[in-house]
């Protein structure tokens, strides 16, 4: 008997706690509002380009992508945090970002790609740097948000990828949505 595959991590260390020394995340608009990644699971940054539509998937999967020789999904990341569909600007890109799945054999790799408006910096925070969630009044769902830091007059974002990124979770909604559909 075969063990059952544990759920995917969304980042490349496993783990959306932050080091008590400064950590790297890349910075991107979705809107108005800048959020961020911690770097080591972006893999690379691509412009915005031709996809292939995937039928009876929910709003935020914009489609698939060929990227040498690879298939990956591209999630509407706007769509995802629940802000509805992002338009395609002049600046929009897909940013390449790598989770891992452990099975009982071996960890699996598995690359999503996630549009964004634009992509800003990479910027280093310090743990100390960060604030939790506010408890209300956000333009996302709590779940969706690891904690908040202050950056000259603006506020960034940090993304809890375990929630907003996990493969199971996303399968789920696919699932639920070919379903709907189907009825």
């Not at 595959?5 to 008590?20: I, M, Q, R, W």
């Not at 799945?101 to 408006?117: A, I, K, W």
Request: one cysteine or more; charged letters at 25%; a negative charge.
């Amino acid at each position: 008997m075969t063990a059952a595959p544990s759920p995917v991590t969304a980042d490349a260390a496993g783990s959306d706690d932050l080091d008590p020394a400064a950590s790297q995340f890349l910075t991107f608009w979705l809107g108005e509002r800048v959020f961020a990644v911690g770097i080591e699971a972006v893999r690379e940054i691509i412009q915005y380009g031709q996809m292939t539509l995937v039928p009876r998937t929910p709003s935020f999967v914009r489609g698939v992508i060929n990227l040498r020789g690879s298939v990956v999904p591209v999630i509407d990341l706007q769509a995802r945090l629940g802000r509805g569909r992002a338009e395609v600007g002049e600046k929009t890109c897909i940013v390449i970002f790598e989770a891992h799945r452990q099975t009982s054999h071996q960890v699996e790799r598995v690359e999503l790609g996630l549009m964004v408006d634009a992509v800003s910096e990479v910027i280093d925070i310090d743990a100390a740097q960060v604030e939790p969630a506010p408890p209300f009044g956000s333009a996302v769902g709590r779940e969706f948000i690891r904690g908040v830091v202050r950056r000259q007059e603006r506020f960034i974002t940090l993304l809890e990828t375990g929630h907003a990124l996990d493969i199971e979770a996303l399968a789920t909604l696919c699932d639920q949505e070919q379903e709907r559909l189907a009825a």
